[in-house]
């Protein structure tokens, strides 16, 4: 089955700095990788997906990039402020399946 | 537009005791339907999920159980907690591509 590696786990930057998540899948027929942040106590939210067909997505301060060769995909944030602070999971799913979980990374943002 | 409830928000169990925890969800019909749990600062593990009434799929061996009796309705049950069952539950639901997923407000369980 699926496996979704997620890095680092927790990663601290300065208010205003770029941020950068990485995840990889071992599932060659994975084709959807959504990202979710989950602030404390709260439910996660989808924030970015990307489809296999896709190699990159971009909304606002927030991009993913996906490199099927590799088997590896990343999200971006950019212009970072202290509300960005939450944790983040990736996932992969090749549609027969439920998704897979990265097991998270802790943003802190510091003002 | 599709809402999902969940509830209660917290609960306090004895060690022992009964469990039931119950998801629906509105605005869709033949919904996939999950349940997470969530260990403190930890990942999401899923539990169970189903793809219509009556049909679950069970990922990990553990003292619960999940049962879909209508189509937008999903219990988690157990008949006796475990100090190990205290976490924070979600429920999620997808369309048919079991892609987004969209998640409950969650149930923070302390079994004490």
């Known amino acids: 089955g699926e496996n979704v590696e997620q890095h680092p786990s927790t990663l601290s930057v300065q208010e205003g700095d770029s941020a950068v998540i990485k995840c990889t899948y071992s599932?060659?027929?994975?084709?959807?990788f959504p990202w979710y942040k989950q602030e404390l106590g709260k439910r996660p939210q989808l924030i970015i997906d990307?489809?296999?067909?896709?190699g990159e997505k971009k909304d606002q301060r927030i991009a993913v990039t996906l490199n099927k060769t590799a088997k590896h995909f990343s999200l971006h944030i950019t212009e970072t402020q202290p509300e960005d602070s939450a944790v983040y999971f990736c996932?992969?799913?090749?549609?027969?399946?439920?998704?897979?979980f990265g097991k998270g990374t802790r943003l802190s943002v510091i003002a | 537009s599709q809402t999902i409830h969940q509830w209660p928000a917290t609960l306090v169990q004895p060690v022992g005791s009964p469990l039931s925890l119950e998801c629906t969800v509105e605005?869709?019909?033949?919904?996939?339907l999950y349940w997470y749990r969530q260990a403190a600062g930890r990942g999401l593990q899923l539990l169970f999920y189903?793809?219509?009434?009556?049909?679950i799929s069970s990922e990990v061996p553990q003292n619960l159980s999940a049962s879909r009796p209508q189509d937008r309705q999903f219990i988690l049950s157990s008949k006796k907690l475990l100090l190990s069952d205290s976490g924070f539950y979600l429920c999620?639901?997808?369309?048919?591509?079991?892609?987004?997923?969209?998640f409950g407000s969650g149930t923070q369980l302390s079994v004490l």
């Open positions: 999620a639901w997808s369309g048919g591509g079991r892609e987004k997923l969209f």
């Open positions: 599932d060659s027929a994975s084709n959807y």
């Open positions: 990307i489809r296999s067909n896709v």
């Open positions: 996932a992969g799913n090749s549609g027969n399946t439920p998704l897979v």
């Open positions: 605005g869709t019909s033949n919904p996939n």
């Open positions: 189903s793809v219509g009434i009556g049909q």
